[in-house]
Nanobody, 123 residues
Framework: QVQLIESGGGLVQAGGSLRLSCTSSGQTINDYAMGWFRQVPGKERDILACIGTSGRYTYYADSVRGRSTISRDNDKNTVYLRIDSLTVEDTAAYYC????????????????WGQGTQVTVSS
């Protein structure tokens, strides 16, 4: 397992953009497939996007496809998620996750979770 730390959440206006970052303190995430999930109270935690170890493979859920970009900078030991055209429906707790491969992430079964960062979109 790897300890993941998210940042970049907060209050954002509808129509705006956000970029979330995820890194690990003292451990490398370069050997992990990485993903972003979000969860609203009373609902399941859903995958938004994931990226393979090299960055060549990416997957996006329908909810963010076309308006988001997942990327990673292995030199900085960081993975990013940018989401554009935010709406109030994007309000949620956002979680970073790591797994041995993207299949596990898409199955909602990562090896490690971050603590989450709250994103609130105001209308």
């Amino acid at each position: 397992q790897v300890q993941l730390i998210e940042s970049g959440g907060g209050l954002v206006q509808a129509g705006g953009s956000l970029r979330l970052s995820c890194t690990s303190s003292g451990q490398t995430i370069n050997d992990y497939a990485m993903g972003w999930f979000r969860q609203v109270p009373g609902k399941e935690r859903d995958i938004l996007a994931c990226i393979g170890t090299s960055g060549r493979y990416t997957y996006y859920a329908d909810s963010v496809r076309g308006r988001s970009t997942i990327s990673r900078d292995n030199d900085k030991n960081t993975v990013y998620l940018r989401i554009d055209s935010l709406t109030v429906e994007d309000t949620a707790a956002y979680y970073c996750a790591a797994a041995g491969n993207t299949i596990m992430l898409r199955a909602g079964q990562p090896d490690s979770w971050g603590q989450g960062t709250q994103v609130t979109v105001s209308s």
